[in-house]
């Protein structure tokens, strides 16, 4: 099957990483796959990077949007089906599939509000399936859109790449991990409160901190760290998709504190896939990923006192530690891996085959 995506967007997210973990699971099913994508875009060059095809498209304004609908019009090869990554390029999707009489796919990976209006739903309906990112997600598009079919629906999360074969925790000094931007919404305020407590009880504990500087700066965390008169706490910055994994393994314990967010939490994901048990909120899509308590904890946002204590139980039982851990290396395995998203691709696509 010759398949084509369209992703209009200039930068690098987790909605182009989606993408992309699409892309790869459909070339290793054997299909021939397109990338139209903004031209010299971030996820264009990488696109080319891979090798793949690449078809330079303009930005996403209405007058851009016009001139990629038609240039898109007249391609050479004329694609078996459509994936949609994004709201801008759906109108764009969706008259192709109409003229071309091929089939469209559509795919969320947020839960921004729709506007909800004849032209929205008639998009939406148009579809011949709407893939979702989590469970959340789909929930939130299936209030938003109330008369659409439940079955076009389907949740598939996001793919891991790679398991850890090394279970292995070592003795003290614990390392406690936390793997996301530096933005209020992540609520390392609260993790450090709680990490105030957790020293209190294990003085040599170590707390990592690893991504990029967005809304707060690591300076401002130092601030309240020395204020909490917090010791060994450690940032690694922003990490490269080679390094991101070393770091995973490195550490006991894996922490998530966000107060919002988490529509697709990739990060949980990477902390399962590494075998750590995880200490995180009921934020988001946490709540469908992390198994309470078959593979860590899950505690209510801006309360570290639950975080800390929850913390001090897996430190005070290493046995513990080794099967949680264990429990979401094996969840990862059969749910969240690159060959269980190939499986579920398979599946939906041959539902459609043309």
Same mark, same amino acid.
């Given at each position: ?88 390029? +759906?109108?764009? %999707? $969706?008259?192709?599939?109409? =003229? &071309?009489?091929?089939? #469209?796919?559509? !795919? ?99 707390? +990592?901190?690893? %991504? $990029?500087?967005?809304?707060? =700066? &690591?300076?401002?965390? #130092?601030?309240? !760290? ?129």
């Amino acid at each position: 099957m010759k398949i084509l995506h369209l992703l209009d967007i200039p930068w690098w997210s987790g909605l182009s990483a989606y993408a992309f973990d699409t892309l790869e699971a459909h070339r290793h099913l054997g299909h021939q796959v397109q990338l139209a994508a903004q031209k010299d875009s971030l996820p264009y060059k990488k696109g080319k990077e891979l090798g793949w095809k690449v078809f330079p498209m303009g930005g996403r304004h209405l007058f851009a949007s016009i001139f990629n609908f038609f240039k898109l019009l007249f391609l050479r090869e004329r694609p078996d089906l459509i994936i949609i990554h994004t709201g801008s390029a +759906h109108w764009i %999707g $969706a008259l192709l599939s109409k =003229i &071309w009489d091929i089939p #469209l796919i559509r !795919i969320r990976v947020t839960s921004q509000k729709l506007k909800i209006n004849w032209f929205t739903l008639v998009l939406y309906q148009h579809c011949k399936k709407i893939v979702l990112a989590s469970e959340n997600i789909r929930t939130d598009c299936l209030e938003q859109l109330k008369n659409l079919e439940r079955d076009k629906c389907i949740t598939l999360y996001p793919a891991v790449k790679g398991q850890t074969k090394n279970l292995n925790h070592p003795d003290a000094p614990f390392k406690i991990g936390m793997l996301a931007r530096l933005d209020p919404v992540k609520g390392h305020t609260y993790f450090l409160k709680a990490a105030k407590i957790v020293q209190e009880r294990f003085p040599n504990v170590e707390f +990592h901190f690893a %991504g $990029a500087e967005e809304n707060i =700066i &690591w300076g401002d965390l #130092l601030k309240e !760290i020395h204020s909490l008169n917090l010791n060994y706490c450690f940032y690694h910055g922003f990490l490269r998709e080679s390094e991101v994994w070393s770091y995973l393994e490195s550490c006991d314990i894996g922490v998530l504190s966000s107060i919002g967010s988490e529509e697709v939490s990739r990060a949980t994901l990477e902390w399962m896939a590494a075998g750590k048990p995880v200490v995180a909120t009921k934020v988001g899509s946490i709540t469908e990923l992390i198994q309470d308590p078959l593979g860590g904890f899950l505690v209510p946002p801006k309360d570290p006192v639950s975080m800390a204590q929850k913390i001090l139980e897996i430190l005070d039982n290493k046995n513990l530690a080794k099967k949680l851990g264990a429990f979401n290396l094996e969840a990862s395995k059969k749910y969240y891996s690159e060959i269980s998203l190939q499986q579920a691709w398979d599946k939906i696509l041959s539902s459609i085959r043309v």
